[in-house]
């Protein structure tokens, strides 16, 4: 009789713990019930505002249109034209705004051009800038050299002054005095016995001695004639000349033959120039 009462304990104890769950998962869905049936409420609220609110913009866009309707025919109306004319304006507006970008972006690509080509030439005249520093320095190196050339001249004491004059053996070592600039220079080539116009006087080879280097010459000017009697090669030959009396020298470089010798005459800057040929 004991297992028989044991029996119907346990059922009545599982059904209470069925009917307990049960009322637990009702009052949950009760709850979540009313949860979600809030929220509806307050979306349906706000669904309602929205679509107040959409009519009272609706009401106020169709209240600008009938000002803007009427704000156009009274400006036509002013104006004298016709919604068609207005429109026309408003098109031809907006083509002027439209050309108005346009040009801007022109502008703007030719300011960019303008500025690449500023660039270039501004690369350019850098480049010219080194070039020109090139130059300087050339030319700087080219006058050092001169001047170690000029230095390495021969002087040699002229016949008539006690002063050392400063001569050219050959034609390279004439064209470094003719650089410095002080004195004008004429080269020449004699023949024996002929006469011959050098600058503003006339030289004439009288004798030359190959093995001794020595030579005799005439030496005409200023209707004076001048005798240089067995002087050496590279000897300047000194005299005056001119108006105001200024020292000329005549150097031979080469006796060639015993017919012939080279050398040039050496004439102050302010002497007087020879006359143009054919005068």
């Not at 009702?26 to 307050?42: E, F, H, M, V, Y």
């Not at 050339?138 to 004491?157: E, I, N, P, Y």
């Not at 016949?159 to 034609?171: G, M």
């Not at 004798?207 to 004076?224: E, P, S, V, W």
């Amino acid at each position: 009789m004991s297992e028989l009462d044991d029996a119907p304990r346990s059922y009545s104890g599982a059904l209470l713990a069925v009917i307990a769950i049960s009322l637990l998962a009702a009052i949950g869905g009760l709850i979540w019930c009313s949860t979600l049936g809030s929220r509806l409420t307050t979306q349906q609220a706000e669904l309602a505002d929205a679509k107040q609110e959409n009519v009272k913009l609706a009401a106020e866009l169709r209240e600008t249109d009938a000002r803007l309707r009427v704000a156009t025919d009274e400006l036509g109306r002013s104006l004298g034209l016709t919604q068609k004319q207005l429109d026309q304006r408003a098109q031809e507006l907006i083509r002027r705004q439209q050309a108005d970008e346009a040009n801007a972006k022109q502008l703007a690509s030719a300011q960019r051009q303008t500025a690449q080509q500023v660039s270039a030439v501004s690369s350019d005249l850098t480049n010219v800038k080194t070039d020109v520093g090139g130059v300087k320095t050339d030319v700087a190196k080219t006058q050092t050299d001169l001047a170690g050339a000029l230095s390495q001249l021969k002087t040699m004491r002229g016949d008539l002054t006690d002063t050392n004059s400063i001569i050219a053996r050959n034609h390279d070592e004439l064209v470094l005095l003719e650089h410095r600039g002080d004195r004008n220079y004429y080269e020449f080539t004699l023949q024996k016995g002929r006469k011959k116009p050098v600058g503003t006087i006339s030289i004439e080879l009288r004798k030359a001695d190959m093995k001794h280097n020595r030579f005799t010459l005439y030496i005409f000017a200023d209707d004076k004639t001048y005798e240089k009697k067995d002087r050496n090669v590279n000897e300047p030959l000194q005299f005056y000349s001119g108006k105001t009396p200024s020292l000329y020298e005549v150097v031979v470089n080469q006796i060639n033959s015993k017919n012939e010798i080279s050398g040039y005459l050496s004439t102050p800057k302010n002497a007087p120039a020879p006359a143009p040929t054919g005068q």
